[in-house]
Protein backbone atom coordinates (compact mmCIF):
# COMPACT_ATOMS: atom_id res chain seq x y z
CA UNK A 1 0.00 0.00 0.00
CA UNK A 2 1.20 3.55 -0.80
CA UNK A 3 2.64 5.22 2.42
CA UNK A 4 0.14 7.40 4.74
CA UNK A 5 1.77 10.25 6.17
CA UNK A 6 0.02 11.87 9.41
CA UNK A 7 1.64 13.57 12.97
CA UNK A 8 1.36 12.38 16.39
CA UNK A 9 1.78 13.99 19.24
CA UNK A 10 3.23 13.18 22.90
CA UNK A 11 0.34 12.91 24.62
CA UNK A 12 -2.19 11.32 21.41
CA UNK A 13 1.22 8.98 21.70
CA UNK A 14 0.75 8.52 25.26
CA UNK A 15 -3.34 7.83 24.74
CA UNK A 16 -2.46 5.57 21.74
CA UNK A 17 -0.18 2.85 24.13
CA UNK A 18 -3.29 3.12 26.88
CA UNK A 19 -5.74 2.11 24.01
CA UNK A 20 -3.27 -0.47 22.48
CA UNK A 21 -3.36 -2.24 25.86
CA UNK A 22 -7.06 -1.86 26.64
CA UNK A 23 -7.91 -3.38 23.28
CA UNK A 24 -6.23 -6.54 24.80
CA UNK A 25 -2.88 -6.28 22.77
CA UNK A 26 0.20 -7.04 24.68
CA UNK A 27 2.54 -4.25 24.05
CA UNK A 28 6.45 -4.52 24.18
CA UNK A 29 8.66 -1.89 24.22
CA UNK A 30 12.77 -1.11 25.86
CA UNK A 31 12.54 -0.60 29.14
CA UNK A 32 15.45 0.45 30.94
CA UNK A 33 16.12 -1.68 34.43
CA UNK A 34 19.54 -1.09 36.11
CA UNK A 35 21.24 0.52 33.20
CA UNK A 36 20.37 -2.60 30.58
CA UNK A 37 17.20 -1.70 28.31
CA UNK A 38 15.42 -5.10 26.86
CA UNK A 39 12.07 -5.77 25.85
CA UNK A 40 9.43 -6.22 28.27
CA UNK A 41 5.71 -5.42 28.65
CA UNK A 42 4.49 -2.06 29.19
CA UNK A 43 1.34 -0.71 30.46
CA UNK A 44 2.02 2.72 29.76
CA UNK A 45 4.76 4.97 27.25
CA UNK A 46 6.18 6.36 30.70
CA UNK A 47 8.04 3.07 31.51
CA UNK A 48 9.49 3.00 27.74
CA UNK A 49 13.00 3.92 27.17
CA UNK A 50 13.58 5.78 23.63
CA UNK A 51 16.77 7.30 24.74
CA UNK A 52 18.94 3.76 24.38
CA UNK A 53 20.57 2.95 20.56
CA UNK A 54 19.89 -0.55 20.75
CA UNK A 55 18.29 -2.54 23.12
CA UNK A 56 20.80 -5.81 24.25
CA UNK A 57 18.89 -8.24 22.93
CA UNK A 58 16.46 -7.62 19.46
CA UNK A 59 12.74 -8.11 19.78
CA UNK A 60 13.02 -11.42 17.35
CA UNK A 61 12.07 -13.48 20.95
CA UNK A 62 8.45 -12.11 20.41
CA UNK A 63 7.87 -14.31 17.17
CA UNK A 64 11.18 -16.85 17.79
CA UNK A 65 11.43 -17.39 21.88
CA UNK A 66 14.75 -19.06 23.52
CA UNK A 67 12.51 -21.43 24.57
CA UNK A 68 9.41 -22.30 23.30
CA UNK A 69 6.71 -25.67 23.35
CA UNK A 70 6.61 -27.43 20.00
CA UNK A 71 4.36 -30.30 21.25
CA UNK A 72 3.08 -32.33 24.00
CA UNK A 73 3.61 -36.05 23.47
CA UNK A 74 2.32 -39.55 25.63
CA UNK A 75 3.65 -42.86 25.24
CA UNK A 76 0.94 -45.70 24.94
CA UNK A 77 1.82 -49.38 24.69
CA UNK A 78 1.85 -49.41 21.03
CA UNK A 79 1.60 -45.74 19.88
CA UNK A 80 2.33 -41.76 20.73
CA UNK A 81 -0.40 -39.22 21.23
CA UNK A 82 0.75 -36.30 20.01
CA UNK A 83 -0.67 -32.92 20.76
CA UNK A 84 0.91 -29.68 18.71
CA UNK A 85 0.59 -26.33 20.83
CA UNK A 86 -2.49 -24.29 20.11
CA UNK A 87 -0.98 -21.25 17.50
CA UNK A 88 -4.77 -20.02 17.52
CA UNK A 89 -4.08 -19.27 21.31
CA UNK A 90 -1.44 -17.22 20.75
CA UNK A 91 -1.77 -13.13 21.45
CA UNK A 92 -1.53 -9.96 19.80
CA UNK A 93 1.22 -8.08 20.39
CA UNK A 94 3.04 -4.68 19.55
CA UNK A 95 6.56 -3.91 19.60
CA UNK A 96 6.83 -0.12 20.02
CA UNK A 97 9.62 1.53 19.91
CA UNK A 98 11.48 -1.28 18.12
CA UNK A 99 14.83 0.57 16.32
CA UNK A 100 14.35 0.47 12.47
CA UNK A 101 17.33 -2.23 12.11
CA UNK A 102 15.06 -4.48 14.58
CA UNK A 103 12.40 -4.01 12.45
CA UNK A 104 14.17 -5.04 9.35
CA UNK A 105 15.18 -8.07 10.91
CA UNK A 106 12.19 -10.01 11.08
CA UNK A 107 12.58 -9.84 7.15
CA UNK A 108 15.30 -12.62 7.01
CA UNK A 109 14.09 -14.23 10.12
CA UNK A 110 10.87 -14.67 8.88
CA UNK A 111 12.59 -15.89 5.18
CA UNK A 112 14.51 -18.72 7.06
CA UNK A 113 11.35 -19.87 8.39
CA UNK A 114 8.60 -19.64 5.91
CA UNK A 115 10.90 -20.71 2.89
CA UNK A 116 9.93 -23.86 1.48
CA UNK A 117 8.75 -25.80 4.18
CA UNK A 118 6.63 -23.17 6.43
CA UNK A 119 7.28 -23.05 10.17
CA UNK A 120 3.15 -22.80 10.92
CA UNK A 121 4.39 -21.39 14.70
CA UNK A 122 6.60 -19.07 14.02
CA UNK A 123 3.97 -17.71 11.41
CA UNK A 124 1.10 -17.67 13.53
CA UNK A 125 3.29 -15.53 15.94
CA UNK A 126 4.22 -13.26 13.03
CA UNK A 127 0.90 -12.88 11.79
CA UNK A 128 -0.25 -11.61 15.14
CA UNK A 129 2.43 -9.32 15.56
CA UNK A 130 2.32 -5.32 14.35
CA UNK A 131 5.66 -3.61 14.79
CA UNK A 132 5.72 0.58 15.59
CA UNK A 133 9.55 1.58 14.92
CA UNK A 134 11.02 4.73 16.06
CA UNK A 135 13.53 6.19 13.98
CA UNK A 136 17.40 6.70 15.40
CA UNK A 137 18.44 10.00 16.05
CA UNK A 138 21.54 8.73 17.33
CA UNK A 139 24.35 5.92 16.47
CA UNK A 140 27.83 4.81 18.02
CA UNK A 141 30.85 3.36 16.51
CA UNK A 142 28.98 0.15 16.24
CA UNK A 143 26.20 0.46 14.07
CA UNK A 144 26.55 -0.06 10.47
CA UNK A 145 22.69 -0.03 8.82
CA UNK A 146 23.73 1.95 6.02
CA UNK A 147 26.22 -0.79 4.71
CA UNK A 148 23.32 -3.33 4.77
CA UNK A 149 20.94 -1.39 2.31
CA UNK A 150 19.37 0.33 6.19
CA UNK A 151 19.54 3.28 7.53
CA UNK A 152 18.47 4.93 11.16
CA UNK A 153 15.16 6.17 9.36
CA UNK A 154 14.23 2.83 6.97
CA UNK A 155 10.90 1.59 6.81
CA UNK A 156 11.33 -1.86 5.80
CA UNK A 157 9.70 -4.19 8.46
CA UNK A 158 8.19 -1.97 10.21
CA UNK A 159 4.44 -1.18 10.13
CA UNK A 160 4.28 2.60 11.48
CA UNK A 161 7.74 3.98 11.67
CA UNK A 162 7.85 7.32 14.02
CA UNK A 163 10.62 9.94 13.33
CA UNK A 164 10.46 12.67 16.61
CA UNK A 165 10.42 16.61 15.07
CA UNK A 166 10.36 17.42 18.46
CA UNK A 167 10.59 16.41 21.92
CA UNK A 168 6.41 16.75 21.97
CA UNK A 169 5.72 15.62 18.27
CA UNK A 170 7.05 12.86 15.78
CA UNK A 171 5.98 12.01 12.27
CA UNK A 172 4.11 8.74 11.72
CA UNK A 173 4.70 6.65 8.59
CA UNK A 174 1.94 4.07 7.93
CA UNK A 175 3.18 1.15 5.97
CA UNK A 176 1.37 -1.67 5.70
CA UNK A 177 -2.07 -2.79 5.88
CA UNK A 178 -1.74 -3.53 10.24
CA UNK A 179 -0.87 -0.30 10.54
CA UNK A 180 -3.52 1.43 8.77
CA UNK A 181 -5.74 -0.97 11.31
CA UNK A 182 -4.15 0.70 14.12
CA UNK A 183 -4.74 4.39 12.48
CA UNK A 184 -8.27 3.38 11.23
CA UNK A 185 -9.28 2.48 15.01
CA UNK A 186 -7.41 5.76 16.70
CA UNK A 187 -7.82 8.21 13.84
CA UNK A 188 -8.36 11.44 15.79
CA UNK A 189 -5.04 10.80 17.74
CA UNK A 190 -3.45 11.32 14.62
CA UNK A 191 -2.89 14.68 12.05
CA UNK A 192 -2.53 15.02 8.64
CA UNK A 193 0.83 15.73 7.24
CA UNK A 194 2.62 16.02 3.71
CA UNK A 195 5.82 14.52 3.29
CA UNK A 196 8.66 15.08 5.92
CA UNK A 197 12.37 14.82 4.97
CA UNK A 198 13.68 12.53 7.56
CA UNK A 199 17.11 13.62 6.64
CA UNK A 200 18.06 16.18 9.36
CA UNK A 201 15.74 14.28 11.95
CA UNK A 202 17.85 11.37 12.18
CA UNK A 203 21.34 9.90 12.95
CA UNK A 204 24.48 10.09 10.22
CA UNK A 205 25.83 7.10 9.42
CA UNK A 206 28.10 6.51 6.85
CA UNK A 207 28.13 3.55 4.50
CA UNK A 208 31.09 1.28 5.09
CA UNK A 209 30.97 -0.80 2.41
CA UNK A 210 28.80 -2.13 -0.23
CA UNK A 211 27.20 -5.26 -1.23
CA UNK A 212 27.94 -5.38 -4.31
CA UNK A 213 31.68 -5.54 -3.12
CA UNK A 214 30.92 -8.06 -0.24
CA UNK A 215 29.37 -10.72 -2.48
CA UNK A 216 32.08 -10.09 -5.16
CA UNK A 217 35.06 -10.16 -2.67
CA UNK A 218 33.18 -13.56 -1.08
CA UNK A 219 33.57 -15.53 -4.52
CA UNK A 220 36.89 -16.15 -4.10
CA UNK A 221 37.73 -16.04 -0.57
CA UNK A 222 36.17 -19.78 0.85
CA UNK A 223 39.73 -21.43 1.16
CA UNK A 224 41.51 -17.71 2.13
CA UNK A 225 43.63 -18.03 5.28
CA UNK A 226 41.97 -14.70 6.29
CA UNK A 227 39.48 -16.43 8.48
CA UNK A 228 41.95 -17.87 10.44
CA UNK A 229 43.30 -14.57 10.85
CA UNK A 230 39.93 -12.96 11.61
CA UNK A 231 38.78 -16.11 13.95
CA UNK A 232 41.75 -15.79 16.41
CA UNK A 233 39.99 -14.38 18.86
CA UNK A 234 36.58 -16.20 18.76
CA UNK A 235 35.61 -18.02 21.29
CA UNK A 236 32.97 -19.94 20.19
CA UNK A 237 30.76 -18.52 22.63
CA UNK A 238 27.58 -17.69 20.70
CA UNK A 239 26.49 -14.17 21.88
CA UNK A 240 26.92 -12.79 18.78
CA UNK A 241 23.95 -15.27 17.23
CA UNK A 242 21.97 -14.63 20.55
CA UNK A 243 21.71 -10.74 20.52
CA UNK A 244 21.45 -11.09 16.85
CA UNK A 245 17.70 -10.39 15.07
CA UNK A 246 18.60 -12.40 11.95
CA UNK A 247 19.81 -15.11 13.48
CA UNK A 248 17.21 -18.34 13.17
CA UNK A 249 19.56 -21.37 14.49
CA UNK A 250 17.76 -23.84 16.89
CA UNK A 251 17.91 -27.04 18.37
CA UNK A 252 15.03 -29.36 19.08
CA UNK A 253 14.85 -31.01 22.59
CA UNK A 254 12.27 -33.68 24.21
CA UNK A 255 11.65 -33.52 27.93
CA UNK A 256 10.62 -36.98 29.02
CA UNK A 257 9.03 -38.23 32.50
CA UNK A 258 7.84 -41.15 32.35
CA UNK A 259 5.15 -42.01 29.87
CA UNK A 260 4.66 -37.97 29.15
CA UNK A 261 7.13 -35.40 27.36
CA UNK A 262 7.23 -32.25 25.91
CA UNK A 263 9.65 -30.95 22.79
CA UNK A 264 11.18 -27.83 22.68
CA UNK A 265 12.61 -25.42 20.35
CA UNK A 266 15.44 -23.44 21.50
CA UNK A 267 18.20 -21.11 20.27
CA UNK A 268 21.23 -22.33 18.75
CA UNK A 269 24.64 -21.46 16.86
CA UNK A 270 26.38 -22.16 13.78
CA UNK A 271 29.26 -20.52 15.95
CA UNK A 272 29.15 -23.62 18.37
CA UNK A 273 31.41 -26.89 17.71
CA UNK A 274 28.71 -29.11 18.87
CA UNK A 275 26.35 -27.87 15.94
CA UNK A 276 28.01 -29.54 12.91
CA UNK A 277 29.22 -32.88 14.80
CA UNK A 278 28.03 -35.81 13.65
CA UNK A 279 26.97 -38.83 15.84
CA UNK A 280 30.20 -40.56 13.78
CA UNK A 281 31.99 -37.81 15.76
CA UNK A 282 33.16 -36.25 12.36
CA UNK A 283 32.51 -32.48 12.10
CA UNK A 284 32.74 -31.14 8.54
CA UNK A 285 33.61 -27.57 10.52
CA UNK A 286 36.11 -28.72 13.24
CA UNK A 287 37.96 -24.99 13.51
CA UNK A 288 36.27 -22.16 14.91
CA UNK A 289 37.63 -20.60 11.70
CA UNK A 290 35.34 -22.61 9.82
CA UNK A 291 32.75 -21.50 11.84
CA UNK A 292 33.39 -17.48 11.27
CA UNK A 293 33.23 -18.21 7.35
CA UNK A 294 30.04 -20.21 7.39
CA UNK A 295 28.63 -16.99 9.89
CA UNK A 296 29.43 -14.58 6.93
CA UNK A 297 29.01 -16.52 4.15
CA UNK A 298 25.61 -17.40 4.99
CA UNK A 299 24.19 -13.86 6.00
CA UNK A 300 26.16 -12.05 2.94
CA UNK A 301 26.60 -14.87 0.33
CA UNK A 302 24.28 -17.78 0.80
CA UNK A 303 20.95 -15.58 1.97
CA UNK A 304 21.46 -12.89 -0.66
CA UNK A 305 21.71 -15.55 -3.26
CA UNK A 306 19.06 -17.75 -1.88
CA UNK A 307 16.54 -14.71 -0.39
CA UNK A 308 17.61 -11.86 -2.14
CA UNK A 309 18.98 -9.88 0.88
CA UNK A 310 21.46 -9.95 3.41
CA UNK A 311 20.95 -11.73 6.65
CA UNK A 312 22.66 -9.19 8.69
CA UNK A 313 20.91 -5.24 9.50
CA UNK A 314 23.67 -3.49 10.34
CA UNK A 315 22.64 -3.26 14.28
CA UNK A 316 25.76 -4.00 15.69
CA UNK A 317 24.71 -5.75 18.58
CA UNK A 318 26.90 -8.83 17.42
CA UNK A 319 30.25 -6.43 18.53
CA UNK A 320 28.68 -4.53 21.25
CA UNK A 321 28.60 -8.49 22.81
CA UNK A 322 31.70 -9.95 21.93
CA UNK A 323 33.48 -10.96 25.31
CA UNK A 324 36.73 -10.88 22.59
CA UNK A 325 36.21 -7.64 21.36
CA UNK A 326 35.56 -9.11 17.36
CA UNK A 327 33.96 -6.54 15.21
CA UNK A 328 31.94 -7.78 12.26
CA UNK A 329 31.69 -4.32 10.68
CA UNK A 330 35.79 -3.86 10.61
CA UNK A 331 35.74 -7.49 9.37
CA UNK A 332 33.38 -6.66 6.37
CA UNK A 333 35.54 -3.43 5.50
CA UNK A 334 38.99 -5.38 5.39
CA UNK A 335 37.21 -7.94 3.37
CA UNK A 336 35.96 -5.43 0.90
CA UNK A 337 39.26 -3.58 0.71
CA UNK A 338 41.21 -6.96 0.35
Same mark, same amino acid.
Given at each position: ?6 ? #? ?24 ? $? ?12 ? +? ?12 ? #??? @?????? +?????? *?????? $? ?5 ? *? @? ?5 ? %???? /? ?6 ? /? ?15 ? /??? %? ?23 ? %???? /???? %???? @? ?31 ? @???? $????? *? ?19 ? =? ?75 ? =??? *? ?28
Amino acid at each position: MEIINKI #LDKSSLTVLVEKLNASGKEVYAPVNK $KGITEFEKVANLQE +MDFDCIATKQSAKS #LVF @PKVEKL +MNFEKT *FDDVIV $KNVDITA *F @PEVIAFG %TRPC /DAAGFIPL /DAIFTTDNVDEIFKARM /DKL %TIISISCKKADDFCFCTSVNGGPGN %TSGS /DILL %TEMS @PNEYYAEIITEKGKSILDANAALFKDSAVVDKT @PLVA $KIEQQ *FTEEVINEKLKTLFESDIWDT =QAMRCVGCGACAFVCPACGCFDIQDETKGKDGVRHRCWDSCGFKLFTLHTSGHNPREKQAQRWRQRIYHKFSYQPEQ =QKQ *FGCVGCGRCSRACPSDMNIAEHLTQIAKG
